[in-house]
């Protein structure tokens, strides 16, 4: 497009005061690339290396989701987490042992479980990395307590490296929700839980090291982490950098049930029509400063997406549903509150009506004045800016929570995949 045909939209991205802008053609489409080059972050090195594209599988899709191994379309990934693996007695564990390793196939009778799966799938596609992930949102409470001592950080990354290991796996991914504040109020939680999960990542590292002097394997270690901006302060981000492969960062589920009003769940940038102080310090491009102010390096930086949207009722028509008080939560595509699958978004409740967009955040919405319904949910178009956005600024790439909430025919995945793909934004 001619330059002149750009406007340029500045959103306070920052406690600090700092600004950002993202470029908005006069249809209100953001491009994803800043307006000014945001001089210190930009991470020219990295720029032309391949993204990655994580997506997540989850234990329980087996089940009344009916969503199998076999149903994910691996072609265009590039790394695949299969979540989550528990914690017992200091050591990983399968959380689910008839998902994961029992069940039998009914296709072949030589394979069990989503784990069995899995292997065959690796044989299928011969460029995919299959990690596990341990811990999770309810599965985080103890974290703390085995990162505080060294005899039971050895015994939990011995057991962790075991179980990668023995079922032929790719590495591991520690998904501690979180160190110091935030996750479930449940959580065991302890001011030096930073400086103790760097001990705990070393040890894991130190773990696979022995490992791949034996097996002749390069394995990967990761972590899936906070997407709030002032929580990274938590984090030895100058130590985490030598020692983890990458950050996938959980840039979504801002809002929700929990929240005193609507919002974006997962915005590019700052909304103008958000107020409030969780506003400053939640979107991906004010916690993508933070990681790399941090000393984390941006080619390390996953950006984390959800295909599945947050729906409220007895919303307000004020701004078209943003960021207005509500009344209720309605029961979600698979019984949790507001939670719903994109497909589900797709077939059930979008019409060109109600379908909205917000420029200066680069979200989707969709509100429905009539049922007073306010939905943020991510589609091709959000997705293709964030995609944009990971590649202008050399980013590792982008995470997808989680592939069953995706539509038959991968809709969201197949325009991340051509987004990422694609050279010279």
């Not at 962790?160 to 929700?177: A, H, N, P, T």
């Not at 197949?414 to 793909?421: F, N």
Request: glycine share 10%; with cysteine.
């Amino acid at each position: 497009m001619h330059p002149g045909g750009w406007l340029v939209w500045w959103v306070i991205g920052g406690s600090g005061g700092c600004l950002s802008g993202a470029l908005v053609d006069p249809n209100g489409e953001a491009s994803g690339v800043p307006s000014h080059g945001y001089e210190g972050y930009h991470d020219d090195a990295h720029r032309d290396l391949q993204s990655r594209l994580i997506g997540y599988f989850t234990s329980w899709s087996v089940y009344e989701r009916d969503f199998e191994v076999s149903d994910i379309d691996a072609s265009r990934l590039t790394h695949l987490h299969y979540a989550h693996l528990s914690i017992e007695n200091d050591r990983c564990a399968l959380a689910d042992p008839w998902a994961d390793v029992e069940r039998p196939d009914p296709d072949d009778p030589a394979v069990f479980g989503s784990f069995g799966q899995l292997q065959r799938l690796k044989a299928r596609y011969p460029h995919l990395s299959v990690l596990l992930s341990v811990g999770g949102r309810a599965g985080s409470g103890r974290f703390s307590e085995i990162a505080s001592d060294p005899v039971r950080r050895a015994t939990f990354a011995d057991s962790c490296v075991g179980l990668v290991r023995q079922y032929g796996f790719d590495g591991l991914e520690v998904s501690w929700q979180f160190p110091v504040e935030g996750g479930l109020l449940t959580n065991v939680r302890d001011a030096e839980d930073g400086s103790n999960y760097t001990l705990l990542l070393a040890a894991l590292r130190a773990a696979f090291d022995g490992a791949e002097k034996v097996d002749g394997a390069d394995y990967l270690l990761t972590i899936a982490s906070t997407g709030v901006a002032d929580h990274v302060q938590h984090l030895e981000l100058d130590a985490l950098d030598d020692v983890v492969d990458w950050v996938n960062v959980l840039s979504l589920d801002y809002y929700g049930p929990w929240s005193d009003t609507t919002g974006h769940q997962s915005p590019l940038l700052r909304s103008l029509h958000d107020s409030s102080p969780q506003g400053a310090v939640s979107n991906v491009d004010v916690v993508r400063r933070a990681y790399v102010d941090g000393g984390l390096s941006a080619h390390k930086i996953v950006v984390g997406v959800p295909f599945h949207g947050r729906a409220w009722t007895g919303v307000g028509a004020t701004s078209d549903g943003r960021y207005q008080p509500f009344r209720a939560v309605p029961v979600g595509t698979w019984g949790e509150a507001g939670v719903l699958d994109y497909a589900d978004i797709v077939d059930g409740l979008e019409a060109p009506d109600n379908t909205h967009w917000d420029p200066q955040s680069a979200s989707s919405y969709l509100f429905d004045a009539q049922d007073e319904m306010f939905v943020t949910y991510e589609t091709p178009r959000s997705l293709a800016v964030k995609a944009r956005y990971v590649r202008y600024y050399g980013l590792g790439g982008v995470a997808v929570w989680e592939l069953s909430a995706d539509t038959d025919a991968s809709t969201l995945l197949d325009v991340v995949a051509a987004t990422l793909e694609r050279s010279g934004e």
